[in-house]
Nanobody
Framework: QVQLVESGGGLVQAGGSLRLSCAASGRTFSRYTMGWFRQAQGKEREFVAAISRIGVTNHAEVVKGRFTISRDNTKNTVYLQMNSLKPEDTAVYYC???????????????????WGPGTQVTVSS
């Protein structure tokens, strides 16, 4: 069983930065694509970024140039560096592990089978 735990969320002013981390249990972390999604209150969950097992990344257009996903396979951890934060970035952020051990960087939530409990990010104006 894979467990994912996010950390690093909090309250920040617009224009500020946060770095989210997601620690994964198990020995197979390096084989799978990892993704970040977010869900704002009253809205559907949306894709933020993904990184394949070989380091290929995919970022949603709304965060491109501001957010950067990365991973450290030696620490079983995936990161999301968030810069130039805006109030509309306020949401619960979830990390997820892909269901299949391929090189996808899809933003389709159905392609991910394990999810963390989420961490709240609040950006004040």
């Amino acid at each position: 069983q894979v467990q994912l735990v996010e950390s690093g969320g909090g309250l920040v002013q617009a224009g500020g930065s946060l770095r989210l981390s997601c620690a994964a249990s198990g020995r197979t972390f390096s084989r799978y694509t990892m993704g970040w999604f977010r869900q704002a209150q009253g809205k559907e969950r949306e894709f933020v970024a993904a990184i394949s097992r070989i380091g290929v990344t995919n970022h949603a257009e709304v965060v491109k140039g501001r957010f950067t996903i990365s991973r450290d396979n030696t620490k079983n951890t995936v990161y999301l560096q968030m810069n130039s934060l805006k109030p509309e970035d306020t949401a619960v952020y979830y990390c997820a592990r892909a269901a299949r051990d391929d090189t996808t960087t899809t933003g389709d939530p159905s392609a991910y089978s394990y999810w963390g409990p989420g961490t709240q990010v609040t950006v004040s104006s």
